[in-house]
């Protein structure tokens, strides 16, 4: 038998291979579909986000993370959880295809109508999936969640290529949402033992019906502030070329933090359920997970920001030189996100659902004030505005968890600011030192192979715990 940290390793590793495999991915797909697309294109995708995504959170309504926070969930409870979720997903899209035609006038784009009513099939296609997703979660299958992940990412990005250089135009990234949705379904009805019946009731859903609509408010909440500027900029501005160089930005910053969020996210809600009796050893698993999350977030984030312009100018062209500056301020802040994810899942696993909610809440409704003092001023000063609040309000989890498990401002201080100053100077030497370079994909190519040299010999040099236990691991694989 495995042991908790052999567990949590191996967790962490498969989910290194699955974010880190299922970016990369994405990047070159991305590539390649939006050498053919124009930033309306894209906008016009962006400008639904909010819609599906915020459709999904409903039809989940925080059960999936009820049926994770639970020690040995049963049969019968990821049972009444399938059948909820399809049932809202049905009417939530019966909802939104009946609102089309609202969508479309509220942006001024008359082609969301037909387009919204195609895309907003994938997240009720995803409702068949969410209780085999939480069993696998809390299963800790990690190898097969990226199995099947990468499985649907190559299918759907083959579609998407195939109908991008026939001229499909935005349709294609309609397309490769809604297959993806059906691949990944495929899959986790493939590996998970469990099965549904036709025998069910909704007992669970009425025992966890409080804890899990705190999941569901914070849910939407997330959503809205993932999508805010989105939706303001083509409502205010009504320039589907602004969204798309927004939406790019915010994209391509997303796939960075997400790929640390989401390898440490597989994993950090099962092993904290399963040591929240013993707050020491709590602590202890919380605070090495931080380490590693800063380890890798910080130089990660940093060294996009620093490569942001030659990145983009490399791949998808000069008609998206405008998103440079935003993704380069957003990087700023997504260094951090990550680090959000460790504390929204500290609290749920101590059923604080709650704190969770009313944090995300207060972050959302301070957010938009801020949206509502800058716009004014322009796109890029208002994003500066957005990124510097992010980063402070990290400092509102801090009493929650000092109230948990006793842990302080200045341990979580003392565990990430060596990562962050040593990320940011690394950054800014190998930006000096490269600075003579013309050529686009030569500076390209030797900033990402510098930066990352000098970040290692600095790791090794200060003889860093969680540089030499990833190296141990992996040569122990070996």
Same mark, same amino acid.
């Given at each position: 038998?495995?042991?908790? &940290?052999?567990?949590?390793?191996?967790?962490?590793?498969? $989910?290194?291979? *699955?974010?880190?495999?299922?970016?990369?991915?994405?990047?070159?797909?991305?590539?390649?579909?939006?050498?053919?697309?124009?930033?309306?294109?894209?906008?016009?995708?962006?400008?639904?986000?909010?819609?599906?995504?915020?459709?999904? *959170?409903?039809?989940?309504?925080?059960?999936?993370?009820?049926?994770?926070?639970?020690?040995?969930?049963?049969?019968?409870?990821?049972?009444?959880?399938?059948?909820?979720?399809?049932?809202?997903?049905?009417?939530?899209?019966?909802?939104?295809?009946?609102? !089309?035609?609202?969508?479309?006038?509220?942006?001024?784009?008359?082609?969301?109508?037909?387009?919204?009513?195609?895309?907003?099939?994938?997240?009720?296609?995803?409702?068949?999936?969410?209780?085999?997703?939480?069993?696998?979660?809390?299963?800790?299958?990690?190898?097969?969640?990226?199995?099947?992940?990468?499985?649907?990412?190559?299918?759907?990005?083959?579609?998407?290529?195939?109908?991008?250089?026939?001229?499909?135009?935005?349709?294609?990234?309609?397309?490769?949402?809604?297959? *993806?949705?059906?691949?990944?379904?495929?899959?986790?009805?493939?590996?998970?033992?469990?099965?549904?019946?036709?025998?069910?009731?909704?007992?669970?859903?009425?025992?966890?019906?409080?804890?899990?609509?705190?999941?569901?408010?914070?849910?939407?909440?997330?959503?809205?502030?993932?999508?805010?500027?989105?939706?303001?900029?083509?409502?205010?501005?009504?320039?589907?070329?602004?969204?798309?160089?927004?939406?790019?930005?915010?994209?391509?910053?997303?796939? !960075?933090?997400?790929?640390?969020?989401?390898?440490?996210?597989?994993?950090?809600?099962?092993?904290?359920?399963?040591?929240?009796?013993?707050?020491?050893?709590?602590?202890?698993?919380?605070?090495?997970?931080?380490?590693?999350?800063?380890?890798?977030?910080?130089?990660?984030?940093?060294?996009?920001?620093?490569?942001?312009?030659?990145?983009?100018?490399?791949?998808?062209?000069?008609?998206?030189?405008?998103?440079?500056?935003?993704?380069?301020?957003?990087?700023?802040?997504?260094?951090?996100?990550?680090?959000?994810?460790?504390?929204?899942?500290?609290?749920?696993?101590?059923?604080?659902?709650?704190?969770?909610?009313?944090?995300?809440?207060?972050?959302?409704?301070?957010?938009?004030?801020?949206?509502?003092?800058?716009?004014?001023?322009?796109?890029?000063?208002?994003?500066?505005?957005?990124?510097?609040?992010?980063?402070?309000?990290?400092?509102?989890?801090?009493?929650?968890?000092?109230?948990?498990? $006793?842990?302080?401002?200045?341990?979580?201080?003392?565990?990430?600011?060596?990562?962050?100053?040593?990320?940011?100077?690394?950054?800014?030497?190998?930006?000096?030192?490269?600075?003579?370079?013309?050529?686009?994909?030569?500076?390209?190519?030797?900033?990402?192979?510098?930066?990352?040299?000098?970040?290692?010999?600095?790791?090794?040099?200060?003889?860093?715990?969680?540089?030499?236990?990833?190296?141990?691991?992996?040569?122990?694989? &070996?």
């Amino acid at each position: 038998m495995e042991n908790l &940290k052999e567990k949590t390793a191996k967790g962490l590793m498969w $989910g290194a291979i *699955n974010n880190g495999t299922m970016q990369v991915l994405n990047l070159l797909i991305g590539i390649i579909i939006l050498r053919h697309l124009t930033p309306e294109d894209t906008g016009l995708v962006g400008l639904l986000a909010i819609f599906s995504a915020i459709a999904g *959170n409903l039809q989940s309504s925080g059960f999936s993370t009820a049926l994770i926070n639970e020690k040995q969930p049963t049969a019968q409870q990821y049972n009444s959880v399938f059948w909820f979720n399809i049932l809202m997903g049905g009417l939530l899209y019966l909802i939104l295809f009946c609102s !089309a035609p609202l969508i479309s006038w509220f942006f001024h784009q008359p082609r969301l109508t037909d387009l919204s009513r195609f895309l907003f099939l994938s997240f009720f296609i995803s409702s068949f999936g969410i209780s085999t997703n939480a069993y696998m979660v809390k299963n800790m299958m990690n190898r097969e969640i990226t199995i099947i992940n990468l499985t649907a990412l190559v299918i759907s990005g083959s579609t998407a290529i195939v109908m991008a250089l026939n001229d499909m135009a935005y349709w294609s990234l309609a397309w490769q949402q809604v297959v *993806n949705s059906t691949i990944l379904i495929l899959g986790r009805f493939y590996y998970v033992k469990w099965k549904p019946s036709l025998r069910f009731t909704f007992d669970y859903i009425r025992q966890t019906f409080s804890f899990s609509m705190k999941i569901l408010v914070t849910m939407i909440v997330n959503t809205v502030n993932q999508n805010l500027l989105t939706v303001i900029f083509g409502r205010l501005f009504r320039d589907a070329r602004i969204v798309g160089n927004f939406f790019q930005a915010y994209k391509w910053d997303s796939m !960075a933090f997400q790929t640390v969020g989401g390898m440490v996210g597989q994993v950090v809600q099962p092993v904290l359920v399963s040591v929240r009796e013993e707050r020491d050893r709590e602590q202890q698993v919380f605070r090495k997970m931080l380490r590693f999350t800063a380890f890798l977030s910080f130089p990660a984030l940093f060294g996009l920001a620093l490569v942001a312009r030659e990145f983009i100018l490399c791949t998808i062209g000069y008609e998206w030189i405008n998103c440079v500056p935003l993704l380069q301020i957003l990087c700023i802040s997504g260094a951090f996100m990550p680090i959000y994810t460790l504390y929204q899942n500290l609290v749920i696993s101590h059923g604080r659902s709650d704190i969770n909610m009313w944090l995300n809440i207060g972050q959302i409704v301070l957010q938009f004030c801020i949206i509502l003092l800058f716009y004014r001023q322009g796109i890029t000063i208002m994003v500066i505005a957005y990124t510097i609040f992010n980063i402070l309000w990290l400092g509102a989890w801090m009493p929650s968890a000092k109230r948990i498990m $006793g842990l302080g401002l200045l341990n979580v201080v003392k565990d990430i600011a060596p990562f962050m100053l040593c990320g940011a100077l690394v950054m800014v030497a190998t930006y000096f030192a490269t600075m003579a370079i013309t050529n686009l994909y030569l500076l390209l190519l030797v900033r990402i192979l510098m930066a990352t040299a000098l970040y290692y010999g600095v790791m090794r040099m200060l003889n860093v715990v969680i540089l030499r236990e990833c190296m141990q691991f992996i040569l122990k694989k &070996k």
